[in-house]
């Protein structure tokens, strides 16, 4: 066993090596004087991302790889507007408005994330209405709400412009193979969805495949028959070697309502960020985790290859001795309807952690988020941590194999380390 998690630590550290050096942490400072004197409220960049969240995941209930998206459009607009009132200290996302400085930071980001929200739920118009004039109420009226306006209409209609004809919502539907190793629908809900994610265009990636993989092992390997019998044993619905915590913790990492989300305020929260901080770190953490999704989403299309729970039952067609067929094995976790390899998961938790990582230069700063699926909080010390459990819970929940997630984690890996050199960067 002390061999196993020796190895499972090896295999995180060398999807992190590197990361870091792409370029330089942040420092966390004190707001500046004209940063307290335009925001006067809490501040106003978590505030709306909490009512983000009520927008996508509590109203729209929207599944995490579409989440991505509508997050990373939400806090691209909100960094841009920030980021020009406080004289453009770091490279804008898409455009830096002309402003004087004294523009209400809270106005800008409650203008920038309503009609970001607005273009994307226009079903909830009258809802986010109100809880727009609701906010707006409590800036006092003056040239600095008017230019906090100006200015979040300005970036927001620049993110709304930049999406448009993205490939969003396009063909939902993956290829259906019949071949040993090719993906097909699973049991029980025999669902096919989300496959427009895979040409998505990206946030900050010059293609969806510039980090393609190598793929699965083939059917016939060691490295296979390794994977099949491992997910096999403690992936299954009634294992008898998966401890509770385990069983916990491939529940909370499967909650469809993201801890990453949460995670992502209390952080802003517990190391004192102000609004820019705040603003830059969520667009960091957001557009990565959205271009990491695209990136998994585009080898699941590129690979097709089947779910453990497909493989299990007919492990007789794969032509690996090593490999025993169970017809009526089932895993803990309902299977997505989409391929394994990679796990999306593992991509977008490694792109996420690793870009706090570098925002914050450190690794151990320690979070916990709480899951109503598992009625439980889980508690990491790091962010290092949080990726390490992540490629083991979605094994402990039979959905994945290793090499899908570890090839996932390494994706994510590399998608914030492109974005870490090429964006948000200080302005010289």
Request: net charge neutral; proline share 6%; with cysteine.
């Amino acid at each position: 066993m002390a061999s196993q998690v020796r190895a499972r630590r090896k295999v995180v550290c060398a999807v992190v090596a590197g990361v870091l050096a792409a370029g330089s942490p942040v420092a966390i400072v004190s707001p500046s004087a004209s940063a307290a004197r335009t925001s006067t409220s809490a501040n106003a960049v978590i505030v709306w991302d909490r009512n983000a969240q009520s927008a996508i995941w509590d109203v729209a209930g929207q599944q995490p790889q579409v989440q991505a998206r509508s997050f990373a459009m939400v806090h691209g607009a909100v960094y841009d507007a920030v980021n020009a009132i406080a004289g453009r200290k770091y490279q804008p996302y898409l455009i830096a408005p002309a402003t004087n400085g004294r523009e209400s930071v809270d106005a800008a980001v409650g203008t920038a994330a309503f009609q970001v929200l607005s273009s994307l739920f226009p079903n909830q118009q009258a809802r986010l209405q109100t809880q727009y004039d609701e906010w707006l109420a409590t800036i006092p009226n003056g040239s600095a709400k008017r230019g906090g306006i100006s200015v979040g209409s300005r970036t927001a209609a620049a993110m709304i412009s930049a999406r448009q004809n993205d490939g969003a919502f396009g063909n939902p539907a993956w290829p259906v193979g019949t071949e040993p190793g090719q993906w097909r629908p699973t049991p029980p809900t025999n669902a096919n969805d989300g496959a427009w994610v895979a040409t998505l265009k990206p946030f900050l990636l010059l293609s969806a495949s510039m980090f393609r993989s190598s793929g699965p092992p083939a059917l016939t390997s060691e490295q296979y028959a390794r994977d099949f019998n491992e997910v096999k044993a403690i992936g299954a619905v009634n294992s008898p070697i998966r401890t509770a915590d385990q069983t916990q913790a491939a529940i909370w990492w499967h909650d469809r309502h993201l801890g990453e989300w949460e995670i992502k305020r209390q952080l802003a929260t517990t190391q004192r960020l102000n609004p820019l901080q705040t603003a830059r770190m969520f667009a960091m953490v957001d557009l990565a985790e959205a271009d990491a999704t695209t990136a998994c989403y585009n080898e699941k299309a590129a690979w097709s290859f089947w779910r453990p729970v497909t493989a299990v039952q007919l492990a007789d067609t794969d032509g690996n001795p090593a490999t025993e067929a169970e017809p009526t094995w089932m895993p803990l976790l309902v299977t997505p309807p989409h391929p394994d390899f990679t796990s999306g998961h593992t991509c977008f938790t490694a792109a996420s952690m690793l870009a706090l990582k570098h925002f914050f230069g450190r690794d151990d700063i320690p979070f916990s988020a709480y899951s109503e699926a598992s009625g439980t909080t889980r508690y990491f010390g790091s962010f290092s941590a949080a990726i390490a459990e992540v490629i083991e819970a979605r094994i402990w929940g039979g959905i994945h194999t290793r090499t899908a997630d570890v090839e996932g984690a390494k994706i994510g890996a590399k998608v914030t380390g492109y974005m870490i050199e090429n964006y948000f960067r200080p302005r010289r």
